[in-house]
């Protein structure tokens, strides 16, 4: 007893504010983000942090014990692009990467439609995966090259761990696509919802030509996404979905009816008690 | 009234299994090589056999007008132990005598299995974790080794997970011996 109270009153006090995330991201030698290249860089953070927060909500409800933990890890890769790349978006104005995650509205998130799809049944989960995590490879597989040093940091880390939840999500499908007729007919259920979301992340929005080379042009990520899936969907012997293309906005603010109900849950806790540290 | 008990940090929690870490303060050798002595004795707190330095997280140690300055580098973007390892060297540091110590986390050049020392490599398989088996090809063969069981040394194991307790890990099975186990995956 006497051991277990002396470790509780020794109270590790570990609060964001005081650990120090990369160097490269601010500090003395590190940059602070021009207002457009902040810009972008919440477009990628916002895409991460929600998704990250959508599969935090599979734990304890995946389909196998594994599932739990993969998806818990993959959530846990992104929630780290996310905090560097919000962290710095913040240099541009002062503000942190808690002030931006849990004090900003909907309308101020830059997340693309995709990325807010809800999780639906497993096979929505893994269509949305498929998507999010080939465009996010095929982005940072150029990014880590940017004349942004802060952004090529991000991705050149962020490349190698996407990689490995593409790998997990194209397992996923080749499994529920080969699986039974009901896992079947759940995964072409699935990609035909989610394919109508994939258009937005390749759109050119006019900030992408005001940065230049700093940044990968949306438009020019479309081939290789195409290149990278069609094996995938052909080996799945499942049809690219061709329904309709969705508006999209997410970037300009406007964004899917479940965004306002994701940040309620999220962003709930930090606004009933802020500053609250643990 | 309900008491509820306080629960300890994850930190606490392995303190009180593993003990606390030990801070070896090193006694001679230049400034610099007792700063570096100091942060090298920092552990993974999840993984307690392994150092800092033997995992290559540790990149640099630097002193400049009484300032140590000790670069770190995360294992995986989302790695929660980060925060704890920066702390835990900041204390060996300033144990072994320099009142000023910075922890400085650099992302870039990105953190890959093949910084794992041999050392590193030994303790992980020791403590029952496979090492990793190398990310640079090998040779004209293409295809991933076998990973070769911690327990009865088969390399008749097969993969269960792709992600396991921890984001560097996934988790085997051997066939030898029926164990399961982690396996530290390339990266």
């Known amino acids: 007893m006497t051991d277990a109270r002396s470790h509780a009153v020794r109270a590790v006090h570990i609060s964001v504010d005081e650990v120090e995330l990369a160097a490269e991201l601010a500090g003395d030698e590190g940059r602070?983000?021009?207002?457009?290249?902040?810009?972008?860089?919440?477009?990628?953070?916002?895409?991460?942090?929600?998704?990250?927060?959508?599969l935090g909500a599979w734990i304890a409800h995946a389909p196998e014990l594994e599932?739990?933990?993969?998806?818990?890890?993959?959530?846990?890769?992104?929630?780290?692009?996310?905090?560097?790349?919000?962290?710095?978006?913040?240099?541009?104005?002062?503000?942190?990467e808690d002030d931006l995650a849990y004090f900003r509205d909907e309308p101020d998130f830059r997340s693309a439609w995709l990325f807010e799809q809800p999780n639906g049944d497993f096979a929505h989960t893994i269509g949305r995966q498929l998507a999010a995590s080939t465009y996010l490879s095929v982005l940072y597989e150029r990014l880590q090259h940017s004349g942004d040093p802060v952004l090529a940091a991000v991705a050149g880390k962020a490349v190698k761990e996407v990689a490995y939840h593409r790998d997990h999500a194209v397992q996923w499908t080749l499994r529920l696509a080969g699986g039974t007729d009901e896992s079947r007919r759940r995964m072409i259920t699935a990609i035909d919802d989610i394919w109508p979301y994939v258009d937005e992340?390749?759109?050119?929005?006019?900030?992408?030509?005001?940065?230049?080379?700093?940044?990968?042009?949306?438009?020019?990520?479309?081939?290789?996404?195409?290149?990278?899936?069609?094996?995938?969907?052909?080996?799945?012997?499942?049809?690219?979905?061709?329904?309709?293309?969705?508006?999209?906005?997410?970037?300009?603010?406007?964004?899917?009816?479940?965004?306002?109900?994701?940040?309620?849950?999220?962003?709930?806790?930090?606004?009933a008690h802020p500053g609250a540290t643990w | 009234m309900v008491m509820r008990a306080v629960l300890p940090t994850r930190a606490e929690a392995l303190e009180a299994v593993l003990g606390p870490a030990p801070v070896v303060v090193p006694a001679d050798g230049t400034d610099l090589e007792r700063a570096r002595a100091a942060a090298s004795t920092v552990c993974d707190p999840e993984l307690p056999v392994l150092s800092i330095a033997d995992l290559g997280v540790l990149r640099?140690?630097?002193?400049?007008?009484?300032?140590?300055?000790?670069?770190?580098?995360?294992?995986?973007?989302?790695?929660?132990?980060?925060?704890?390892?920066?702390?835990?060297?900041?204390?060996?540091?300033?144990?072994?005598?320099?009142?000023?110590?910075?922890?400085?986390?650099?992302?870039?050049p990105a953190w890959t299995t093949d910084w794992i020392s041999a050392e590193g490599r030994r303790r992980l398989e020791e403590f029952g974790i496979a090492p990793p088996t190398g990310t640079r090809p090998l040779g004209p063969i293409q295809g991933g080794l076998h990973v070769r069981c911690p327990h009865c040394r088969s390399l008749n194991t097969r993969e269960i997970s792709h992600y396991g307790s921890t984001a560097c890990k996934a988790l085997y099975a051997c066939r030898s011996c029926g164990e399961p186990f982690d396996f530290f995956k390339d990266h």
């Open chain 1, 32 to 54: 602070t983000a021009t207002p457009d290249i902040a810009e972008y860089a919440l477009w990628l953070g916002d895409d991460a942090l929600i998704l990250a927060q959508q």
């Open chain 1, 67 to 96: 599932e739990d933990v993969a998806l818990a890890n993959i959530a846990l890769d992104l929630l780290g692009h996310a905090r560097s790349l919000l962290r710095y978006a913040g240099t541009a104005d002062g503000r942190s």
């Open chain 1, 201 to 271: 992340l390749f759109r050119d929005e006019p900030l992408i030509d005001r940065l230049g080379d700093a940044v990968v042009r949306p438009s020019t990520l479309r081939a290789p996404f195409d290149a990278a899936v069609a094996p995938v969907l052909a080996e799945a012997e499942l049809e690219v979905p061709t329904r309709f293309t969705a508006s999209g906005g997410g970037r300009r603010g406007e964004h899917f009816p479940t965004l306002g109900y994701l940040l309620a849950e999220m962003q709930v806790l930090a606004r």
């Open chain 2, 60 to 108: 640099d140690v630097r002193i400049d007008e009484d300032v140590v300055t000790v670069v770190v580098t995360p294992t995986y973007s989302g790695c929660p132990m980060m925060q704890v390892i920066e702390r835990d060297i900041a204390r060996a540091v300033r144990a072994a005598g320099f009142a000023d110590v910075h922890v400085r986390t650099e992302l870039s």
